[in-house]
């Protein structure tokens, strides 16, 4: 018994050990699987947490599209296109059956046997890059390329990629082979701003998708792997290299015979001259920004009419570049930018610069410099508003402010009217006139005529120009003088519409707003014929009635010149980006002269109107803005 016994206990005790280790493996178990869980859950939060949702069929053509833009002239005749290009929609059976063959022969020789990823394939690419010990070869299918261009990012990474491989099995189900290829075809980018075959039939060839020959086709067909190098306007030699490469695969798979690559093979092809946006280039920047704000993210191609008349648009860029041609090099001037506005503040013309190829950076709407004496007339109008008259005569001695001593520009007497002043832009009346009104009251009237980004409390340099403005401000705020005072902002931008027609967006005429009296204003305007007259602006004169102002900044590192006549405000600013110095230019020197020869160009063939005939229409100086106003709205029937 006691043996026995003995037995029974060892046997209990090994059972419970055994029960004890079968429930610690147990717990050990459920603490692994229950880890595996919780880490499973955290992978698919990081890899497939964010997985974009595939919309529905119906939608996937215009999924994610970005807006185009087309810009009309203010004549409603089309311009320029900006942002992506955008064919008709073709269907498979619309096309030549050898042109979604080329597509397929580039990209995804597999498609019709394959579920979205080809296995086979990316076997073959792995063996290819391995013996060459680089990446020669990709394995993306051509349905992984369009749930890139769908839902995802170029982003190399494992997480895209799983999300691409998921997303590609889930069009393979939702769509037919033919749904897909369709698609793709219709939403490639093929380099240029093109999406789509027809887009860029259009952009390369000048054709629609339906008529593309076999060898365009191939050409088209080789751009996805590199729409920017293979390019055929800029690489013409690479593209044709690349369509000769699609037509071999299109043989080797029999989808053509021998003959037919041949054909293809020496065939000239015609690529259509790239037309880019020439001297509107300057205009197009500033509109799209502007219709995007104005659009306010609302979906959809975009319609955008311009105030711009393309005829100043083209004679304002060629004088600019002539000038600059002719007398840059002597004058050590690199750039030159101008601004000419129509009745209301409608922009007719904007150049930024030389040639915005090389630069496209806008010099007379982003360049803050200093005005010089062209900010003077604010000066004086801030005067006139103070009670002084045109006929009044102050001293043109030596003056000085503390430790400011403003230099006298101009060869005058010991004393001289504000007119004659003005008209020979004399810097120490300027200063006294700032002293005696006080600087804050000059910054007022410049900022009520519409220069901003002066400080709140100005220095009296400020009545040399010595706080920086822009050409677009400055040309907008002369525009009040000639208006009688009423101040129009400049625009660029009359409407903005959807490719549907519908209205998103239009300038209207909203009222002018006074900043200035107009009488004081007739005052102004009289003052500053005298400048083209007789004054320092005398090479700006053309022949007909016309008013404005020099300006050159320390050191002769800008040079302005601003001017109207009774229909047409413009600008001009001359200058380098460095702020280099120029060899001894002024505002009646080169900007004068640009001036002169735009306005001889744009009022060619152009009603004559006189300041004075445009005052008598409104009965006296008092009513110089009503009558003004007739003659600005009988110049605008005739343009």
Excluded: C
């Amino acid at each position: 018994m006691g043996s026995a016994t003995f037995r029974a206990d060892l046997l209990h005790q090994r059972d419970r050990r055994l029960n004890r280790l079968a429930r610690g493996l147990i717990a050990a178990a459920a603490g692994v699987a229950l880890l595996a869980l919780v880490g499973v859950a955290q992978a698919w939060r990081h890899y497939l947490g964010d997985l974009p949702r595939v919309p529905p069929n119906a939608e996937l053509a215009a999924y994610g599209r970005a807006p185009g833009m087309t810009f009309l002239d203010r004549n409603g005749q089309v311009v320029a296109t900006r942002g992506p290009k955008y064919g008709r929609q073709v269907k498979l059976s619309e096309l030549p059956p050898y042109v979604p063959l080329a597509f397929l022969a580039a990209e995804d020789r597999r498609f019709r046997s394959h579920s979205g990823v080809d296995l086979k394939g990316v076997a073959r690419a792995a063996l290819v890059n391995a013996k060459a010990g680089e990446t020669r070869e990709g394995a993306s299918t051509l349905t992984q390329q369009l749930v890139r261009d769908l839902f995802l990012t170029s982003e190399r990474s494992f997480k895209r990629k799983l999300q691409e491989v998921i997303l590609a099995f889930v069009l393979e189900r939702r769509l037919s082979k033919d749904e897909l290829l369709e698609l793709y075809l219709n939403r490639v980018f093929l380099g240029e701003n093109a999406f789509g075959i027809d887009a860029a039939a259009h952009t390369y060839f000048g054709k629609s998708a339906q008529q593309l020959s076999l060898a365009e086709a191939a050409v088209l067909a080789g751009l996805p792997q590199a729409p920017s190098v293979l390019n055929p306007t800029r690489n013409p030699k690479g593209a044709l290299k690349r369509g000769r490469l699609v037509l071999e695969r299109m043989q080797d798979e029999g989808w053509i015979n021998r003959g037919q690559a041949r054909v293809a093979t020496l065939q000239q092809i015609i690529v259509v001259p790239h037309k880019g946006e020439g001297d509107l280039a300057w205009v197009i920047d500033v509109a799209a920004a502007e219709a995007r704000k104005r659009a306010q993210g609302r979906a959809g191609d975009l319609v955008v009419r311009l105030t711009v008349d393309p005829r100043l648009q083209g004679v304002a860029a060629q004088t600019v570049r002539e000038a600059l041609q002719a007398r840059g090099p002597d004058a050590g001037v690199s750039q030159a930018a101008l601004v000419a506005l129509g009745p209301g503040g409608a922009v007719r013309a904007l150049v930024g610069g030389r040639d915005h190829d090389t630069s496209a950076f806008n010099r007379a709407v982003q360049a803050r410099r200093q005005p010089g004496s062209a900010f003077k007339p604010f000066v004086w109008a801030a005067a006139l508003e103070a009670g002084a008259q045109p006929t009044d005569i102050r001293s043109t001695a030596p003056v000085a402010f503390g430790l400011w001593t403003p230099t006298e520009s101009a060869s005058v007497g010991p004393e001289i009217s504000l007119e004659d002043a003005l008209a020979v832009s004399s810097n120490t009346v300027a200063a006294r006139l700032t002293a005696e009104v006080g600087p804050e009251r000059v910054a007022d009237v410049a900022r009520r005529f519409g220069i901003v980004g002066l400080p709140d409390r100005p220095k009296l340099p400020i009545a040399l120009g010595a706080y920086e403005t822009t050409l677009w401000d400055l040309t907008g705020a002369y525009q009040a003088f000639p208006q009688g005072g009423r101040r129009t902002p400049p625009y660029l931008v009359e409407e903005v519409d959807r490719s549907d027609g519908v209205v998103l967006w239009r300038h209207g005429a909203p009222a002018p707003l006074v900043v200035f009296d107009a009488a004081r204003a007739g005052s102004m305007v009289r003052m500053m014929t005298g400048v083209v007259t007789h004054g320092t602006g005398k090479r700006a004169a053309f022949g007909r009635p016309a008013a404005g102002k020099t300006g050159t900044s320390q050191n002769n590192r800008d040079a302005w010149f601003v001017g109207f006549t009774p229909d047409q405000v413009a600008g001009v600013w001359v200058g380098n980006d460095d702020g280099r110095p120029m060899n001894g230019v002024v505002g009646g020197d080169l900007p004068a002269e640009i001036w002169r020869r735009f306005m001889e160009a744009a009022s060619r063939d152009e009603p004559m109107l006189e300041f004075d005939a445009v005052r008598a229409a409104g009965g006296g100086r008092g009513d110089f803005y009503a009558g003004l106003a007739a003659e600005f709205a009988r110049a605008a029937e005739t343009r």
